[in-house]
């Protein structure tokens, strides 16, 4: 599976049978410079769309949401520890969470690279 994309500027990528998500690229240079990042549980599971994590910047706090319904089964405690990482590699070392999907057919509402770079071109 190639990189999706949501409205709401999260990521997800296979990795095996769980998937990677994180903030795009976009989203990371719109926020400016991140000073806190808040991770859920391992564990925890969501919904499609629910509020799962946090970002703050200089400029604002933002939500990010869940692009797929599914549980925690790993978080990333180093963009907790350093917040600036998500500046630096928001597609790669910067992810957020990893998720078992509880219903993969969701990814197939949102958008590939190309589609996801036009939307941002008109956010």
Request: net charge negative.
């Amino acid at each position: 599976m190639s990189i999706k994309f949501t409205n709401d500027h999260e990521w997800v990528k296979a990795d095996g049978d769980v998937y990677v998500i994180g903030i795009s690229e976009h989203a990371a240079e719109q926020l400016g410079d991140v000073v806190f990042v808040e991770l859920p549980e391992v564990g925890k599971t969501y919904s499609k769309g629910d509020e799962m994590a946090v970002v703050e910047s200089v400029k604002a706090a933002s939500d990010v949401y869940a692009p797929i319904s599914g549980e925690i089964v790993e978080v990333n405690s180093a963009i907790v520890d350093e917040p600036a990482k998500v500046n630096e590699d928001p597609a790669g070392a910067a992810w957020f969470v990893k998720l078992k999907a509880s219903n993969p057919s969701e990814l197939d509402a949102l958008m590939d690279e190309a589609a996801y770079k036009d939307f941002a071109a008109n956010a």
